[in-house]
């Protein structure tokens, strides 16, 4: 069954708080027109950010990466007040924004006069129970663009991906380009191999996550090694573990993969993958 999703109480939109009943855009934002924009979603812990400028700093790329001309000093102030106003200040929770181009008449070409739209609020999500959650997964073919380092509101490929995952009765989909694993429809993967942690390279097939940076961290600091390599699925079954990572997934172990129908891949949480979830507590919890 697909997760029952709610509304926030209150959004800020361009310049104001409001009810969501009540904010609205027009039909000719180019979020709308053309998915021309960008998001981003950041953890906060009982309270707190977690790796906010991080973030903050994603949000500059990827505005950059765009040319979407929008000051977003003013985000960090408006991302603590959105908690900060919030019934859950002091519980976990992640705060949602969204940068559009904005509104102007429709055309393929970037209009030079749009003014940026702004949306931004607050959810409570459960961030505390990842240890003990396995996913079963599937696999196939990477439709998407070739600019995923974008995070970009554009997310059809995505959502088609992970919606086919769920329908399916998965948690998640794991996608593959050209004979290696790219990345989920919405999560990093890792896998480990003899003792040897893999993971995809930055580079224009992937999103630069956050969390990901964070393993990359803690593989250092526990001194095991990494290798930012794209893994062939051609030797998925020579894999001992596998754990995705994310904003709110954390760091989740998989289970299963499962490709055109054929069990690929079965594994119970291994030792690397719970050393790193341990770490990673001490990190988001202290």
């Given at each position: 069954?697909?997760?029952?999703?709610?509304?926030?109480?209150?959004?800020?939109?361009n310049?104001?708080?409001?009810?969501?009943?009540?904010a609205?855009?027009?039909?000719?934002?180019?979020?709308?027109?053309?998915?021309d924009?960008?998001?981003?979603v950041?953890?906060?812990?009982?309270?707190?950010?977690?790796?906010?400028?991080?973030?903050?700093?994603?949000?500059?790329?990827c505005?950059?990466?765009?040319?979407?001309?929008?000051?977003?000093?003013?985000?960090e102030?408006?991302?603590?007040e959105?908690?900060?106003?919030s019934?859950?200040?002091?519980?976990?929770a992640?705060?949602?924004l969204?940068?559009?181009r904005?509104?102007?008449p429709?055309?393929?070409?970037?209009?030079?006069?749009a003014?940026?739209t702004?949306l931004?609020?607050?959810?409570?999500?459960?961030?505390?129970?990842?240890k003990n959650?396995?996913?079963?997964?599937?696999?196939?073919?990477?439709?998407?663009?070739?600019?995923?380092?974008?995070?970009?509101?554009?997310?059809?490929a995505?959502?088609?991906?992970?919606?086919?995952?769920i329908?399916?009765?998965?948690?998640?989909?794991?996608?593959?380009?050209?004979?290696?694993?790219?990345?989920?429809?919405h999560?990093?993967?890792?896998?480990?191999?003899?003792?040897?942690?893999?993971t995809?390279?930055?580079d224009?097939?992937?999103?630069?996550?956050?969390?990901r940076?964070v393993?990359?961290?803690?593989c250092?600091?526990?001194e095991i090694?990494?290798?930012?390599?794209?893994?062939?699925?051609?030797k998925l079954?020579?894999?001992?573990?596998?754990?995705?990572?994310?904003?709110t997934?954390q760091?989740?172990?998989?289970?299963?993969?499962?490709?055109?129908?054929?069990?690929?891949?079965?594994?119970?949480?291994?030792?690397?993958t719970?050393?790193?979830?341990?770490?990673?507590i001490k990190r988001?919890?202290?």
């Amino acid at each position: 069954m697909k997760n029952k999703k709610t509304y926030p109480a209150e959004v800020f939109l361009n310049d104001k708080w409001k009810k969501p009943e009540d904010a609205f855009v027009s039909v000719f934002d180019r979020s709308f027109m053309f998915g021309d924009g960008i998001y981003e979603v950041t953890p906060f812990y009982s309270g707190k950010p977690f790796r906010l400028q991080d973030h903050l700093a994603r949000v500059r790329y990827c505005l950059q990466e765009m040319s979407i001309d929008f000051n977003a000093s003013i985000l960090e102030g408006l991302m603590l007040e959105a908690v900060k106003r919030s019934s859950f200040s002091s519980e976990d929770a992640a705060v949602y924004l969204q940068i559009s181009r904005g509104k102007a008449p429709r055309s393929h070409f970037i209009p030079e006069d749009a003014e940026p739209t702004l949306l931004l609020y607050a959810f409570r999500v459960d961030l505390s129970n990842f240890k003990n959650r396995f996913w079963k997964v599937m696999a196939s073919e990477d439709l998407r663009w070739h600019r995923c380092d974008i995070k970009s509101t554009a997310l059809l490929a995505n959502t088609m991906a992970n919606d086919a995952a769920i329908s399916a009765g998965y948690d998640e989909n794991l996608l593959f380009r050209n004979g290696v694993f790219t990345e989920g429809s919405h999560t990093t993967i890792f896998f480990v191999k003899d003792d040897v942690v893999y993971t995809h390279p930055e580079d224009r097939q992937i999103l630069s996550g956050i969390t990901r940076k964070v393993v990359i961290e803690l593989c250092n600091s526990l001194e095991i090694p990494l290798k930012e390599e794209a893994f062939p699925v051609a030797k998925l079954s020579e894999v001992d573990e596998i754990f995705l990572t994310g904003t709110t997934t954390q760091i989740a172990p998989v289970s299963s993969v499962t490709i055109e129908g054929k069990e690929v891949f079965t594994s119970q949480k291994g030792e690397i993958t719970r050393l790193l979830q341990e770490e990673f507590i001490k990190r988001t919890r202290r």
